[in-house]
């Protein structure tokens, strides 16, 4: 199956800081891409949703300005917690899917620790 | 609205058989998924039905009812290394995924 690299693993940051997230697509191009938010012993969550060149689509209750995403390429996007808080450390998971394809595949996810 | 229905944790032995089940209720369908998910991991794919019937891969067979709204996930000759999170999700008439809250499957010996 395709190959979807997520960076960091894992990141424990400051609070009040920001941290970026970054998620390719090493061997397709993903014209899609989806950010996951998942909290212990709970499903997924999906955040955005991006496509290249276009704004992403935030689900209800997640905050644009805090949550900045950024699909800029077919093989790139990005995830900044901006200001982040305590409340904010979680397991965050991306996935990208190809044009016309049905199935996505997912990074690795980044564990996120804010102290 | 949208729902997915699955337990939310099932127990099986070790050699044994176990069926997840999967309810789901969504504007649309474009296909279901069956993913695992080991803690502290992402959920790597096993299966997508798209048609009804049941598909076999290896151990593992996925089973779907469109009309009924139903799916099951069976896992056969258990193992240790199958004790995980099985979420279902199911593509809405978007292309969106919709998850259920996933089953956590034990293991014992």
């Known amino acids: 199956g395709a190959v979807v690299s997520q960076h960091p693993s894992w990141v424990i940051c400051k609070s009040g800081t920001s941290v970026k997230i970054e998620c390719r697509s090493l061997d397709f191009q993903a014209t899609t891409m989806f950010w996951y938010r998942q909290f212990p012993k709970q499903s997924l969550m999906l955040m955005a949703t991006?496509?290249?060149?276009?704004?992403?689509?935030?689900e209800q209750g997640v905050e644009k300005d805090k949550f900045l995403i950024n699909h800029a390429s077919l093989t790139l996007s990005t995830l900044t917690v901006t200001s982040a808080h305590p409340e904010d450390s979680s397991f965050y998971i991306c996935?990208?899917?190809?044009?016309?394809?049905?199935?996505?595949?997912f990074g690795q996810g980044t564990r996120l620790t804010v102290v | 609205g949208q729902n997915i229905d699955q337990p939310t944790e099932m127990t099986a032995t070790e050699g044994a058989i176990v069926q997840i089940n999967c309810t789901y209720q969504t504007s649309g369908f474009n296909g279901l998924f069956w993913y695992q998910q080991h803690a502290g991991e992402a959920p790597t794919f096993l299966s997508y039905?798209?048609l009804d019937g049941l598909e076999e891969k290896g151990r593992f067979s996925s089973f779907l009812s469109r009309s009924k709204g139903y799916s099951y996930l069976l896992l056969k000759e258990l193992q240790m290394k199958d004790s995980a999170s099985y979420l279902c999700a199911v593509m809405d008439s978007n292309y969106q995924l919709i998850w259920g809250a996933g089953t956590k499957l034990i293991i014992k010996p």
């Open positions: 039905n798209v």
């Open positions: 991006s496509n290249e060149g276009s704004k992403a689509t935030y």
């Open positions: 996935s990208a899917r190809g044009s016309g394809e049905t199935e996505a595949f």
